[in-house]
């Protein structure tokens, strides 16, 4: 497959819209990717193998991805002076559709987070994240095959919206007179002050992706996570407009548990259950209940913890893919962080990104190269044959490098 260069692009290689809500996508598309920082380009290098294979696979010399880089992280601070240069952004909606390596964000000081950035600037609203169980996956728990989880969160609001200010500035000593004096609230001094604004407009869209894609998918139920019995205005608002939203706009297809509870099995069949837990007890659910939870919709702190926390049940953050998804483009990345004590090791899983890929391609709509790159990841795995963070927790394990693990799926895919 190709990489190419900025200079030998052409109109035929971008996707388009069909004016329906869904993508035309050409039989050689220009796809561009961010390497990322410390491990990423390992990663990247294993992912690009194991996706070009699947195409191939699947298609023979008829389809073929023509890779663009554009740059981001600590890359693109080098050559540029700037980590999120306006040129990638710009690739990213001209394109529709990117491919995305881990970028470091510093704690506490520094720049702000560019995967917020990337979230907020492009209007990726939906964080999409399927947690599912392959066979020989190191777990925790008894039954883990149990888990088969979407996770829905919404990426543009809640905390994470970054309107904060540090403690002792003007900005939030402004803050703490106005709401200590005009709202009557009680704010220490020496506080930091944070912002919690939660739309609406946000909660609505972000439970519609979640239940068109269980209708879609025949997914049995959409589960709303919230913390509404103490957050009543922000999170519990979060649950009150999906429950309208249900009403509204999924009239028939769409039962909430109550509804279930006064049908017979016959009249309820083939409609999805929209219900609701708080987040405190949903974390226990998930690992008592798993079965009953399928996709799961949910404010934007809440889908951080309960996505990574699915993860750790199967086998950790390097299985979870996760894809940022907008009504005009998507960027599909790993969930992990960079891990800079790794990097040039050749060492990392690159699961996660391959899996990530592996939702891009069937957001493409090429479901057969996305089939076949799923089957030979779950093959690999089963035949025990594994990167240290798996490996090591499996007895009998054949440890392999990066780069190893990716030329395991292409022999697969062969």
Not at 79 to 91: D, F, H, K, R, V
Not at 212 to 232: D, F, W
Not at 379 to 406: H, N, V
Request: glycine residues 10%; negative net charge; proline residues 5%.
């Amino acid at each position: 497959m190709s990489l190419i260069t900025p200079n030998e692009i052409t109109e035929a290689g971008q996707i388009g819209s069909d004016g329906r809500g869904g993508w035309v996508v050409p039989d050689r598309p220009v796809i561009p990717f961010i390497e990322g920082d410390g491990t990423g380009p390992d990663i990247w290098r294993a992912t690009r193998m194991a996706l070009d294979a699947a195409v191939k696979a699947a298609y023979g010399s008829s389809k073929e991805i023509l890779w663009l880089e554009i740059l981001a992280g600590e890359k693109a601070y080098a050559a540029t002076g700037s980590y999120l240069p306006e040129e990638t952004l710009n690739s990213i909606i001209q394109y529709k559709v990117a491919l995305k390596g881990p970028l470091t964000t510093p704690v506490g000081g520094g720049f702000r987070s560019i995967n917020v950035t990337l979230r907020q600037r492009l209007d990726l609203y939906a964080c999409i994240r399927p947690v599912k169980f392959f066979p020989q996956l190191p777990s925790p728990l008894k039954h883990p095959e149990k888990i088969d989880m979407v996770v829905f969160r919404e990426n543009t609001e809640d905390v994470y919206a970054g309107i904060e200010w540090p403690a002792g500035t003007d900005e939030a000593a402004k803050v703490i007179e106005f709401l200590n004096d005009q709202m009557g609230c009680r704010i220490r001094q020496d506080s930091a002050i944070g912002v919690k604004p939660m739309s609406s407009f946000a909660s609505r869209r972000l439970i519609k992706m979640a239940v068109n894609y269980a209708l879609r998918t025949g997914r049995p139920s959409v589960t709303m996570m919230h913390k509404g019995n103490i957050m009543k205005y922000t999170e519990g608002a979060f649950r009150e407009c999906g429950y309208q939203l249900a009403k509204e706009e999924f009239s028939e297809t769409v039962l909430t548990e109550d509804e279930v509870g006064r049908l017979s099995e016959k009249g309820s069949a083939g409609k999805v259950v929209l219900k609701d837990r708080i987040a405190d007890m949903l974390f226990q659910q998930v690992l008592l209940r798993p079965e009953e939870f399928s996709v799961i919709a949910t404010p934007n702190l809440n889908g951080d913890y309960i996505s990574d926390a699915l993860a750790a049940q199967i086998g950790g953050l390097g299985m979870a893919p996760g894809a940022n998804v907008g009504d005009e483009a998507a960027v599909f990345e790993a969930t992990h962080g960079s891990a800079p004590k790794y990097a040039n090791q050749d060492k990392v899983n690159p699961c996660s990104l391959i899996l990530s890929g592996g939702m891009m391609l069937e957001h493409l709509g090429w479901t057969e190269a996305a089939e076949a790159l799923q089957r030979a990841v779950q093959e690999t795995i089963a035949a025990k044959q594994m990167t240290y963070d798996l490996a090591r927790q499996t007895e009998g394990a054949t440890l392999l490098s990066c780069s190893g693990f990716g030329a395991a799926i292409v022999q697969r895919l062969a």
